[in-house]
């Protein structure tokens, strides 16, 4: 069987890249509805809504699950980049949210006030699952409320 067809895939937030690798395939909510991406694709530029972003990495057979708040994705030639205030691998989810609530109750002992951007991040990452139907734990095991495979 021929391998499939490769691109660069660059998921960029402003605090690090999350993801610059070959790709096979990935899949993404947009303003619009679901986008997937193959090789080849036509040049375009996308608003992103929030949800999940499904990536093939080249020589695999199962798809990797990263959660992303908005942003955009630019498919340019060979190359496509997601740029995303927030954007994680679902399976680091439930570590991040518990991390946040340690940092909001760390700053509450120390009487400082919460910062309105940690606070924001937290309840997009909530508004994801929520809107996915999906929750904390589900995402970890790789499957939605009704089984379905992410």
């Not at 992103?48 to 708040?69: K, P």
């Not at 680091?92 to 609530?101: H, T, V």
């Amino acid at each position: 069987m021929a391998e499939a067809r490769t691109f660069q895939l660059r998921a960029l937030t402003p605090d690090r890249t999350l993801i610059d690798a070959p790709v096979s395939m990935v899949k993404f909510w947009t303003m619009d509805g679901e986008m997937g991406v193959l090789a080849g694709h036509v040049p375009c530029t996308v608003m992103l809504d929030s949800g999940m972003m499904m990536v093939r990495h080249q020589g695999s057979d199962a798809d990797e699950a990263y959660i992303v708040s908005g942003g955009f994705a630019v498919i340019d030639g060979e190359v496509v980049t997601v740029t995303s205030t927030l954007a994680e691998r679902a399976d680091r989810m439930e570590a991040l949210l518990e991390e946040l609530e340690r940092q909001r109750l760390k700053r509450k002992e120390d009487g400082k006030k919460w910062e309105n951007e940690v606070t924001r991040a937290e309840m997009a990452i909530r508004r994801v699952l929520i809107g996915q139907e999906t929750s904390a734990y589900s995402i970890l095991q790789g499957k939605g409320e009704k089984g379905e495979t992410l």
